[in-house]
């Protein structure tokens, strides 16, 4: 259905996506391709205030499956408002944390197994990414590199459940091997950026949104 190319970035916290996003976002206007940058949970004004009450650190008694719905709600809103009008105008969309991150982090983490794609394809339809850049980090690393204070809800959560959803995203990437691309977030951040543009110039030039 996608007449533009979406770019999903998945990893645990603190693996360094942001940085990753921001030499997209240099690329993109350097070669003058229409690009939608946006994150999950968010992205709209609905998605924005769910995402407020989701990581609320004041939210303790959120049981797991509220949490789950509530993250897949905000993607419902996300694709039907923002993604997908984008692809369909042909623009490209990279989105930081998608379906993936609920699949790992609510389905592994939380242990809330299957139900969470299921209730996740609902919310998406046929919008799913083109690509999807898994950051492979070690949680314990990931986790050293944010500032305790400023730990959201759910970078609160133990090592173990990190743990558990590191695991989660390597089962999920290769089961999802034709979309996912492994990379190895332990490195320097420009030998990170130079694989992330390799293969966007490859997949626009697949596309012929970017030509030799
Ligand atoms: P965010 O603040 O964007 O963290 P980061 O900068 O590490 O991407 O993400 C918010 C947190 O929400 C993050 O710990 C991952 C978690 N999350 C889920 O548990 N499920 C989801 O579906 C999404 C999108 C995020």
Excluded: W
């Excluded at 959560?157 to 034709?178: M, P, R, T």
């Amino acid at each position: 259905m996608n007449t533009g190319l979406f770019i999903t970035l998945e990893g645990p916290d603190g693996s360094g996506k942001s940085t990753q996003i921001s030499y997209l976002r240099e690329y993109f206007e350097e070669k003058g391709i229409d690009c939608v940058f946006t994150r999950e949970p968010g992205g709209t004004h609905i998605g924005e205030e769910l995402r407020r009450i989701i990581l609320d650190k004041d939210n303790r008694e959120m049981c797991d499956m509220a949490e789950a719905l509530l993250y897949a709600a905000s993607r419902a809103q996300h694709v039907e408002e923002l993604i997908k009008p984008a692809l369909k105008s042909g623009k490209v969309v990279v989105c930081d944390r998608f379906i993936d991150s609920s699949i790992a982090y609510q389905g592994y983490g939380r242990q809330l197994g299957d139900s969470v794609r299921v209730i996740n394809e609902y919310a998406v339809g046929e919008c799913m990414p083109d690509i999807t850049f898994l950051m492979k980090l070690p949680p314990a690393v990931g986790k050293s590199r944010i500032n305790t204070e400023e730990q959201d809800r759910l970078e609160q959560e133990k090592l173990d459940f990190h743990n558990k959803v590191y695991g989660g995203y390597l089962e999920i990437a290769k089961h999802y091997s034709e979309r996912f691309i492994c990379v190895d977030a332990s490195r320097d951040k420009e030998a990170i950026r130079m694989d992330l543009i390799e293969a966007v110039e490859k997949a626009l030039q697949d596309r012929g949104i970017l030509c030799l």
